[in-house]
């Protein structure tokens, strides 16, 4: 599920900035932005977000930026190596060198922490951030859950309601087929020859095979329950979701493999295309 989450805090000696992005993604794929200096923590901070988040690609911005004016130094070999590179590229795009030395003193190994050394006390702090961002990307990813789980309730509603439109639908296909049946009869000039208790039994054969009672159903079953767990307050319930769509879909898909009538083809056509809406949205449900 797509989110956002930003959290800040400043001390007397830094200045901590964390950003997390995520988007959809059925695995959990964590790229980082860090700090030079705290790049050995990256595996901690994996950790964090994975217990967090569970899936999802994930981009995780840390800056930690010292507020003390004697507590970096420029890496003068770097710096000049990152400029003899980049010259050539500002001047053909006509970049500014005020652009271009603030771009070069942003890159990697430029500027130097006089003290590399990760103080315990201001990890402990960096930590409470990263999890002030998550609880923030989390704020942000509830809101957006509980517009898509109304949004999915909407569509399992509209097969429902395109279901109760069967009914009628079904019972003049019903007359139709006995029309037809007969119809054929009386070209065939079978009326009177033949057994008229034994046409009567393999007519009932016959329209048994198409009766879509047994589906509308298990249908209707499928849809309350997909409801039931819809609304359940659980922390994972996507791969059952999808599960009970796919008995949904099958159902749909007998229903129009058995209609033998254009009014309940157009229904079966609406229902498949509610349930590609909802299969969509369950992409974004953990």
């Given at each position: 599920?797509?989110?956002f ?7 007397p ?21 860090i ?6 923590k ?7 977000i ?12 840390l ?15 770097a ?16 970049i500014?060198?005020?652009d ?12 130097i922490q ?10 402990k ?28 309730q909407?569509?399992?509603?509209e097969?429902?309601s395109l279901?109760s ?9 019903i ?6 049946l ?11 020859k ?12 016959y329209?048994?095979?198409f ?23 659980v ?8 599960f009970i769509?796919q ?13 033998n ?8 056509i ?5 349930a ?11």
């Amino acid at each position: 599920m797509t989110g956002f989450g930003r959290a800040e805090k400043t001390t007397p000696s830094q200045r901590i900035v964390v950003e997390i992005k995520s988007v959809n993604s059925k695995s959990f794929d964590l790229r980082t932005r860090i700090s030079s200096q705290y790049q050995g923590k990256e595996i901690e901070l994996r950790k964090l977000i994975n217990n967090n988040l569970m899936r999802g690609k994930v981009d995780l911005t840390l800056t930690v930026e010292s507020t003390l004016d004697n507590d970096h130094a420029i890496n003068k070999q770097a710096f000049n190596n990152y400029y003899k590179n980049l010259m050539e590229i500002a001047d053909e795009h006509t970049i500014s060198k005020g652009d271009l030395l603030y771009t070069i003193t942003r890159l990697p190994g430029v500027i130097i922490q006089n003290n590399d050394a990760v103080d315990s006390n201001a990890w402990k702090l960096i930590l409470e951030v990263v999890e002030e961002a998550l609880l923030a990307l989390n704020d942000f990813r509830t809101v957006e859950g509980n517009a898509t789980l109304d949004d999915i309730q909407s569509h399992i509603n509209e097969i429902v309601s395109l279901l109760s439109e069967v009914d009628p639908a079904e019972e003049e296909r019903i007359e139709k087929i006995k029309a037809r049946l007969l119809s054929s009869l009386e070209q065939l000039q079978l009326k009177g020859k033949v057994d008229e208790n034994r046409l009567e039994q393999e007519m009932i054969y016959y329209l048994d095979k198409f009766d879509l009672n047994e589906e509308k159903v298990r249908l209707q079953q499928h849809c309350t329950y997909f409801i039931e767990e819809l609304e359940k307050d659980v922390k994972s319930k996507g791969k059952k979701l999808n599960f009970i769509l796919q008995e949904i879909g099958r159902e749909i898909n007998t229903l129009g493999s058995k209609a033998n009538s254009a009014t309940i083809q157009r229904l079966v056509i609406q229902m498949k295309n509610q349930a590609d809406k909802i299969k969509e949205q369950l992409a974004n449900i953990l």
